[in-house]
């Protein structure tokens, strides 16, 4: 008997600026929602005026409902991957302070495996990769003036910019 797999599961990834990684990640088959928001401080219910500070210990993060029948796990992780710069501590472009650094927030052993994986590949190809990967924690949703911000805006990512790095 073959286990069937939930039709949806979640994702969460810390790359600098949320708007741009909710922007890019979107862009994936199987997504069937994505919010920004904060994860991995030590404040409950943050705002963004108090995150923005960079003393609550939290990162701006996007949560990602996924089919996995559509896309799998593997696939946002290498997306995710491609779009930060995977180099600088605490900073994607522009945008520095401890909320920008980038983590992969893991669900399960096997997204941590899996995160852990592909940040040997990138090392093994010669990337600096100070991406941290560490458990999940409470995930507080951003304002809704955060959500889907570059679509309702008309613009698009300053921080952020896909580049192929797995073959």
């Given amino acids: 008997m073959e286990l069937s797999r939930s039709s949806v599961e979640t994702a969460y990834f810390a790359g600098g600026c949320f708007w741009g990684v909710e922007h890019m990640m979107k862009k994936l088959p199987g997504i069937k929602s994505i919010k920004c928001g904060f994860m991995g401080g030590f404040k409950e219910n943050p705002s963004y005026q108090q995150v923005r500070t960079g003393t609550t210990g939290h990162a701006e993060v996007v949560k990602i409902e996924f089919d996995p029948i559509e896309v799998d796990y593997e696939d946002l992780a290498k997306r995710f991957f491609e779009i930060i710069d995977t180099s600088t501590v605490d900073q994607q472009g522009p945008d ?62 300053y921080c952020h910019m896909w580049q192929k790095k797995f073959d």
């Fill in 96 to 157: 520095v302070g401890n909320q920008y650094r980038s983590v992969v927030f893991y669900e399960s052993l096997q997204q941590k495996e899996i995160a852990e994986k592909l940040i040997d590949i990138l090392e093994e190809k010669g990337y600096e990769v100070v991406t941290e990967v560490l458990p999940s924690s409470a995930f507080y949703e951003a304002e809704d003036y955060h959500q889907n911000y570059y679509e309702r805006n008309g613009s698009e990512p």
